[in-house]
């Protein structure tokens, strides 16, 4: 294929790959789409057989979220260590879609107690119908409490 051939041909992919994006991109003409803010905190449970804290709630068949900002905050003693935390949601079988946390600080608060806050960033969007479980995971003792709060928008397909 001559070079201009390959320009043209990869300019019609290039087009028709732009038409696909904002034709998934916007809803159908008949179908109502409602937005608004969302935030919601939630407390982490700890068993203390597995090292790690969960808690997780279902979306609506038609709800999807758009998370903007995720923060958890954990209490540990000191002789305990959060290494990671995390946000997942099913995908196929018995796969996850992980969306990890950086650990922005940790501090010692007193009463042989460390804070851990973990935090990111959006955009992280978990789609309809999907759980979406937070997690931390540690080694040591268990943690005293760990909550995480959520903000971004809640998607509703009407």
Do not use: W
Not at 62 to 91: D, M, W
Not at 99 to 115: E, M, Q, R
Request: with cysteine; net charge positive.
């Amino acid at each position: 294929m001559s070079n201009p051939k390959r320009r043209a041909r990869a300019a019609r992919v290039a087009a028709a790959l732009a038409l696909f994006a904002v034709a998934a991109a916007v809803p159908q003409a008949n179908a109502a789409v409602t937005r608004a803010l969302y935030q919601k905190q939630i407390h982490l449970v700890c068993d203390g057989g597995d090292n790690q804290c969960d808690t997780g709630f279902q979306l609506g068949a038609k709800q999807r979220l758009e998370l903007e900002q995720v923060i958890c905050r954990a209490g540990l003693n000191s002789s305990a260590h959060a290494y990671t935390a995390f946000l997942y949601y099913p995908i196929a079988g018995a796969d996850q879609f992980r969306y990890h946390l950086s650990l922005d600080s940790k501090s010692y608060s007193g009463a042989n107690t460390y804070i851990y806050i973990f935090g990111q960033d959006g955009p992280f969007i978990v789609p309809a119908g999907k759980r979406l479980t937070a997690a931390l995971s540690y080694n040591g003792m268990t943690p005293a409490a760990v909550m995480c709060t959520l903000h971004g928008t809640l998607v509703t397909l009407d």
